[in-house]
């Protein structure tokens, strides 16, 4: 099958590792040659490489079209794309269209979501599959308990306060459905990392995401989506449905399962804890990438970068854009 993978990136990596004051091994010559044999599938990824100062406000894609993994870092010294968890989500509202646009405020790379269905098969963004954490669903529907999000209508869902239980800022905003997003942030040059959460609870919804990406055909634009999910059968069911958008599969997978996740995956998304310089390489050998959850910790960052960790997710992308500012200017004064 082919393959969707970004250019390599040594000197950026290089950069990095003298800015950490700490040395990694170097790419494997099979992760190289991997992502040389499809250097063709990615070189518009290559050309229209995300940085701030001169961000795209729209996309020219090809529905399906090849997608190298994914939105360029911004800077020579920030090879770490900075993916701002479930938007910037430690300064605004998680899953709201506020909180991913205080992420292209604070200057992450991509934006991650989570994709849940209500009761009429309607795309929404929630993380937890209850209504009551981040909502005043318990307050608008009184005895509806345990308040599932696949229980009520979006039309119900609609009524309800998400920015209000965060502070008193973003009082009544709405939770917003996938449509809503995509709309919100397509000319904001931000990629997407979008999470099908509990997909055990909405059969079928891998087909309803696609459909709605391809309503959106920016979305699939060179570099700008991965999709992922906890459930791994999941992502080999949107493998099939759109075999061109890369893949992430969230956890730790045994050392020895990752040869035949990488038939079908392009990146395997560990907790930080979990995660070792070795496991890493593991994965880089077999052409796929890491993108490691979720880190607000700059010296935990740091640690992270000298393990050579392809993205980091994060609720705080400002620090995160910080450091590998600071980081890359620490480079270049040696330079």
Same mark, same amino acid.
């Given at each position: 099958?082919?393959?969707?993978?970004?250019?390599?990136?040594?000197?950026?990596?290089?950069?990095? #590792?003298?800015?950490?004051?700490?040395?990694?091994?170097?790419?494997?010559?099979?992760?190289?040659?991997?992502?040389?044999?499809?250097?063709?599938?990615?070189?518009?990824?290559?050309?229209?490489?995300?940085?701030?100062?001169?961000?795209?406000?729209?996309?020219?894609?090809?529905?399906?079209?090849?997608?190298?993994?994914?939105?360029?870092?911004?800077?020579?010294?920030?090879?770490?794309?900075?993916?701002?968890?479930? &938007?910037?989500?430690?300064?605004?509202?998680?899953?709201?269209?506020?909180?991913?646009?205080?992420?292209?405020?604070?200057?992450?790379?991509?934006?991650?979501?989570?994709?849940?269905?209500?009761?009429?098969?309607?795309?929404?963004?929630?993380?937890? %599959?209850?209504?009551?954490?981040?909502?005043?669903?318990?307050?608008?529907?009184?005895?509806?308990?345990?308040? =599932?999000?696949?229980?009520?209508?979006?039309?119900?869902?609609?009524?309800?306060?998400?920015?209000?239980?965060?502070?008193?800022?973003?009082?009544?905003?709405?939770?917003?459905?996938?449509?809503?997003?995509?709309?919100?942030?397509?000319?904001?040059?931000?990629?997407?990392?979008?999470?099908?959460?509990?997909?055990?609870?909405?059969? &079928?919804?891998?087909?309803?995401?696609?459909?709605?990406?391809?309503?959106? /055909?920016?979305?699939?634009?060179?570099? =700008?989506?991965?999709?992922?999910?906890?459930?791994?059968?999941? #992502?080999?069911?949107?493998?099939?449905? #759109? /075999?061109?958008?890369?893949? &992430?599969?969230?956890?730790?997978?045994?050392?020895?399962?990752?040869?035949?996740?990488?038939?079908?995956?392009?990146?395997?998304?560990?907790?930080?804890?979990?995660?070792?310089?070795?496991?890493?390489?593991?994965?880089?050998?077999?052409?796929?990438?890491?993108? %490691?959850?979720?880190?607000?910790?700059?010296?935990? #960052?740091?640690?992270?970068?000298?393990?050579?960790?392809?993205?980091?997710?994060?609720?705080?992308?400002?620090?995160?854009?910080?450091?590998?500012?600071?980081?890359?200017?620490?480079?270049?004064?040696? &330079?």
């Amino acid at each position: 099958m082919s393959r969707r993978l970004g250019l390599p990136t040594t000197t950026l990596t290089a950069l990095v #590792m003298a800015a950490v004051t700490t040395t990694a091994a170097s790419p494997s010559a099979a992760s190289s040659a991997h992502q040389a044999s499809h250097a063709s599938a990615t070189l518009a990824d290559a050309s229209s490489a995300y940085a701030l100062s001169s961000r795209p406000s729209s996309f020219s894609p090809a529905v399906d079209s090849p997608v190298g993994i994914v939105a360029r870092p911004s800077s020579a010294a920030e090879q770490v794309i900075n993916v701002a968890h479930r &938007g910037a989500s430690a300064n605004a509202p998680e899953n709201t269209v506020a909180a991913f646009q205080r992420a292209r405020t604070e200057q992450a790379d991509m934006f991650e979501l989570d994709v849940q269905e209500t009761r009429d098969h309607k795309l929404v963004l929630m993380h937890d %599959t209850t209504l009551s954490r981040t909502t005043d669903a318990e307050r608008v529907f009184p005895g509806s308990a345990p308040w =599932r999000v696949g229980d009520f209508t979006l039309a119900e869902i609609r009524r309800l306060d998400a920015g209000a239980w965060f502070s008193s800022r973003y009082r009544n905003e709405p939770v917003p459905t996938l449509g809503e997003a995509l709309r919100a942030l397509e000319g904001s040059g931000l990629g997407l990392l979008l999470e099908i959460k509990a997909p055990e609870l909405y059969p &079928g919804i891998e087909a309803r995401v696609a459909a709605e990406l391809r309503r959106h /055909p920016s979305w699939l634009a060179a570099g =700008r989506l991965v999709v992922q999910s906890f459930d791994w059968g999941s #992502m080999r069911t949107f493998h099939q449905i #759109m /075999p061109r958008v890369p893949i &992430g599969l969230l956890g730790t997978p045994a050392a020895g399962e990752l040869p035949a996740l990488a038939r079908f995956a392009d990146l395997i998304n560990p907790p930080y804890g979990e995660l070792t310089a070795s496991y890493v390489g593991r994965v880089h050998k077999l052409g796929m990438r890491v993108y %490691t959850w979720t880190v607000d910790d700059p010296q935990t #960052m740091r640690r992270l970068i000298s393990e050579r960790v392809d993205g980091i997710i994060t609720n705080k992308p400002g620090v995160l854009r910080a450091l590998t500012r600071a980081a890359a200017s620490a480079a270049g004064g040696r &330079g």
